[in-house]
């Protein structure tokens, strides 16, 4: 079975510095990968996902991620983090071959961003 | 705005008295999935439903229950609750299981308090 490691559990930043979030995965083949945010309060939701094609991946609200095969790795990165980016980020790997074909997510543990003003 | 909607938020239940988390969605997605989520844990899939078609996962305790009435509608059920089954509780939907492109989308999460 997959597995998905996120390597911080809480990062604190001030605003403005760069922000690099690790996420690697255990699977060796075709993977689709995704990151989800969870704002305070509020439900998960989407950042950016990869399926196939350019390994850097751009999301909404200034967030990319880069797939590098090579080290399993699926990192989420933004240049320049705001205090409104304070949340939980989730990792996730879809992981398929079930019975029925259906998919379903693995996430990791997630990191706890802060961002002090 | 189309959406999935969980109820309660909070939950408040003794240990042993059987509690109902519900579920709606407005997407009219295929596939509705229940997620326990512990602190500082990762989201882990319980069960989901494809249509009308259950999945549960394998080590999913006994002690836990799926209804999908109706599309719209998804229920779960803990007949009896545990100290060890205080956790939020993540309804998801998506558009097609099967397919690869996948994207979930997630309700707000009820958080269930055992006394």
């Known amino acids: 079975a997959q597995s998905v490691s996120q390597h911080n559990h809480h990062v604190i930043l001030s605003e403005a510095a760069s922000l690099e979030l690790g996420c690697n995965y255990s699977?060796?083949?075709?993977?689709?990968l995704f990151w989800y945010v969870q704002y305070p309060g509020q439900h998960l939701q989407l950042l950016l996902k990869?399926?196939?094609?350019?390994?850097l991946v751009k999301g909404i609200k200034g967030f990319e991620a880069e797939f590098i095969k090579s080290k399993f790795s699926f990192n989420l990165r933004k240049p320049s983090v705001q205090w409104s980016d304070t949340a939980e980020y989730f990792c996730?790997?879809?992981?398929?071959?079930?019975?029925?074909?259906?998919?379903?997510?693995?996430f990791g543990a997630g990191t706890r961003l802060a961002v002090h003003p | 705005d189309a959406m999935v909607i969980q109820n309660p938020r909070y939950q408040v239940t003794q240990f042993g008295k059987p509690v109902t988390l519900s579920c709606s969605q407005t997407?009219?997605?295929?596939?509705m999935y229940w997620y326990q989520q512990k602190s500082s844990q990762a989201p882990k899939l319980l069960f989901h439903?494809?249509?009308?078609?259950?999945?549960n996962e394998a080590d999913t305790p006994d002690n836990f229950q799926s209804r999908r009435p109706n599309t719209s509608f998804c229920f779960l059920d803990i007949r009896s609750p545990g100290l060890g089954d205080a956790a939020m509780y993540l309804c998801?939907?998506?558009?097609?299981?099967?397919?690869?492109?996948?994207?979930?989308?997630f309700g707000p999460g009820t958080r269930l308090t055992v006394l």
């Open positions: 998801a939907t998506s558009r097609d299981g099967l397919a690869i492109y996948n994207e979930q989308f």
């Open positions: 699977y060796g083949g075709t993977v689709n």
């Open positions: 990869y399926f196939s094609g350019d390994p």
């Open positions: 996730a790997v879809m992981q398929g071959g079930f019975s029925g074909g259906y998919n379903k997510l693995i």
């Open positions: 997407l009219n997605h295929n596939v």
């Open positions: 439903y494809y249509d009308k078609d259950f999945n």
